[in-house]
């Protein structure tokens, strides 16, 4: 069964320091996402790609955090410096979504939990 | 902006009880409502999708159904198990996500 994969598992690494996390959606999904869940909360969403276009990036702070998908296919999150605040599950989503129907059904990876010290 | 909010926060149920979980939303234009499960440190495993001309979905011993003039959701879990404990959630338009509900079912 396709799944979205996601790496690094689990990163820890020292605040100012830089990490990155990477996704591969699942084979012909166009739309992407990068989620930041803290814990007891919901997942926010920080970005939302179709296929290599930024469609919604508006609560990614841009200072810090940056995302790319060059291809079209898969992704790299980015954030330099880190901060004590940034500790979460960060979530990788894919769905076949275009044209009419951009939202179609979702599918996550199994995230990565950082931990910032 | 979307808010979605999931009541209640936790919930406790003896095994084989049926049972209905709630999502409300504030802006009825939407394009779908999907429900996830979520076991602690995991990322979300897909339930239901409702599509905004859907009324209802059934998976199982799941349905969830839709009511858009009215901002509501409910995710029905029919005789639930212990293998049904966990965080469900549900998310409008794959963009606006509730807080959760942690349902735990004891043996």
């Known amino acids: 069964e396709a799944e979205v994969a996601q790496s690094p598992r689990y990163k820890i690494t020292e605040k100012s320091q830089a990490v990155a996390f990477w996704c591969d959606p699942i084979?012909?999904?166009?739309?992407l996402y990068w989620y930041r869940q803290i814990l007891g909360q919901g997942p926010e969403l920080l970005v939302q790609?179709?296929?290599?276009?930024?469609?919604?990036d508006s609560q990614l702070p841009k200072d810090r955090f940056s995302a790319e998908r060059l291809k079209g296919v898969d992704s790299t999150l980015k954030i330099q410096p880190a901060e004590l605040g940034d500790s979460a599950m960060y979530l990788c989503a894919s769905s076949e979504g275009r044209g009419g129907n951009p939202f179609t059904e979702a599918f996550f990876g199994q995230g990565t939990r950082l931990t910032v010290v | 902006k979307q808010e979605v909010t999931q009541i209640p926060a936790a919930l406790s149920v003896p095994e084989g009880e049926n049972l209905v979980l709630n999502c409300s939303f504030t802006d009825s234009a939407i394009y779908n409502l999907q429900w996830f499960r979520q076991d602690p440190g995991k990322g979300l495993t897909s339930l239901l999708l409702?599509?905004?001309?859907?009324r209802e979905q059934t998976s199982g011993r799941l349905n969830a159904s839709l009511d858009k003039s009215s901002g509501r959701s409910t995710l029905y879990i029919a005789a639930s198990q212990p293998g049904d404990s966990a965080t469900y959630l549900c998310a409008v338009n794959n963009l606006f996500f509730g807080t959760g509900t942690r349902l735990t079912v004891i043996p």
């Open positions: 084979s012909g999904h166009a739309t």
């Open positions: 790609f179709q296929d290599e276009s930024v469609v919604d």
């Open positions: 409702i599509q905004s001309s859907q």
